[in-house]
């Protein structure tokens, strides 16, 4: 099955700064989806990418997909307290049944004022 | 519901009991799915439904899971003779089927095994 690695593992930034986290596949992506789970809370979806090379934007959250390296990254701009959270890749699992993710072990984001 | 809907938010259970989860998916929404996510361990896929097909179960982690979805809707997630690692919060999902297409997740329920 595809194994995905999120880095970093955690992260504290202070409000205003910028950061990125990266989502690293063992296998080929042919789409990546990311999303934010705020604690103690079900998953909420952010975007979807799925040609190489492709970027899109939400607000002041940007995420770009290199099919080459395999690799996926979220940037986000200005970082907001409301920005906290935990933030998880997901890929095509493949299952033969249809289609279902496999996500990464996410990345736990904390904004100090 | 406007969204996905889980029962009971929270479940404290003894060692050796039996457990009910109930997810009731958005109306309308063909598949739907249960992950499992432990602390430290990332979400983990467990099943998943598509309309009437039969389910795909290659990702229960033995054979006291399993899983029903009556009438293509409800689904309920049951964990016979549970035992301290199934502790972990067990996430509801349910989507339009499309493929690939954008997952709807409940606020989970939060089972712990004493």
């Known amino acids: 099955s595809q194994e995905l690695e999120q880095s970093p593992q955690s992260l504290i930034v202070q409000e205003g700064k910028n950061l990125t986290i990266n989502c690293t596949s063992s296998?080929?992506?042919?789409?990546l989806y990311w999303y934010k789970q705020k604690y103690g809370e079900g998953l909420i979806f952010l975007m979807m990418?799925?040609?190489?090379?492709e970027e899109k934007s939400h607000e002041k959250i940007t995420a770009k997909l290199d099919e080459k390296k395999q690799q996926s990254s979220l940037h986000i701009t200005a970082s907001q307290p409301s920005h906290a959270g935990i933030y998880l890749c997901?890929?095509?699992?493949?299952?033969?049944?249809?289609?279902?993710?496999?996500f990464g072990k996410g990345t736990s984001l904390l904004v100090t004022p | 519901g406007a969204g996905v809907s889980q029962s009971p938010s929270n479940k404290v259970t003894e060692k050796g009991k039996d457990v009910e989860l109930r997810c009731d998916p958005i109306?309308?929404?063909?598949?739907l799915y249960w992950y499992r996510q432990s602390l430290g361990q990332g979400l983990e896929f467990l099943i998943y439904?598509?309309?009437?097909?039969?389910?795909?179960k290659s990702g229960l982690p033995s054979d006291r899971f399993s899983a029903e979805r009556t009438g293509g809707s409800v689904s309920t997630l049951t964990i016979q003779r549970t035992q301290q690692e199934d502790s972990a919060v067990y996430l509801c999902?349910?989507?339009?089927?499309?493929?690939?297409?954008?997952?709807?997740f409940g606020e989970g329920s939060r089972l712990t095994v004493l």
């Open positions: 439904f598509q309309g009437n097909s039969a389910p795909d």
């Open positions: 997901g890929a095509d699992i493949g299952l033969n049944s249809g289609y279902a993710l496999n």
């Open positions: 990418l799925q040609k190489g090379g």
């Open positions: 109306s309308g929404h063909t598949a």
């Open positions: 999902a349910s989507s339009l089927g499309t493929d690939p297409g954008e997952l709807f």
């Open positions: 296998k080929t992506l042919y789409g």
